[in-house]
């Protein structure tokens, strides 16, 4: 891959933010974005500020040189995107398609509550390859529905990951429908929920690590409810421990 490959991509966020012009970050926003990472946190990770309308990095933080060997001065979207594994970038490129097609058919009030999260493969200084968890978010749209900027997080999951099928979810907020593993560019068809909006909320905090006692503590309830929601959530999810139920839930899309 080369230049090339980053106008494919740029091309298709233009498409999205409509060359809409956005005003500088506060500094202040960005410790604001950085406390969403308590609903993202499976393993090692990096996140950034994407400009889509100048398909700019704005902001990445340190610890991309835990994912891929490089110090974050060394990373610009260009080279990110150059390290994607070169089997997986036709469907990196597919994803990003849908996705346009998906946020488009959006009223603008519902933009913003939604996550998109698929996988790929991303080479590392040593020149092998991680699995790694791409979850994008828009945190800022504009009243005429341009998306202008979006907090992405890159996450290990080569632990989690046995093999390299790459799939793409759309997970909803607010009472919004997710859909899992969606077929590119086909019609979206909201996915049955198999967990509750509850049991979700203790998955994500269990792929945290998070105790039953903390996980008690975050959600103002019983340390006894928590236990019978993780009984029933190994039992929905047919797995018998967190460790699975992590694995499964990357496989299948619902985090």
Known sequence: MNTNSLKVVTNIWSKIAKNATTKELEKIEIEIYKKMLNFFQVGDFAYMILNLSTAKLEYIS???????????????????????????????????STSLKFFLELPVEKMMKYKIRYNYRLR????????????????????????????VILTDISHLKDNHKMKLSYIGFDGEPS???????????????????????ILLLLSQSKTTKQISEHLCISVNTVATHRKNILKKTKTHNVLDLVKKAIDKGWI
Do not use: A, W
């Open 124 to 151: 590392t200084k040593s020149g092998e390859y991680k699995k790694v968890l791409q979850q994008i978010m828009p945190i800022q749209v504009d009243e005429e529905g341009n998306m202008l900027r979006t907090f």
């Open 179 to 201: 859909y899992v593993d969606v077929k590119p560019l086909e019609t979206f068809e909201p996915t049955e929920n198999v967990l509750t909006n509850r049991e979700h909320e």
């Open 62 to 96: 340190e610890e991309i040189e835990k994912l891929n060997g490089y110090k974050n001065s060394e990373c610009d979207l260009d080279f990110l995107i150059n390290s994607i594994h070169p089997d997986d970038f036709p469907h990196f490129i597919s994803f990003e």
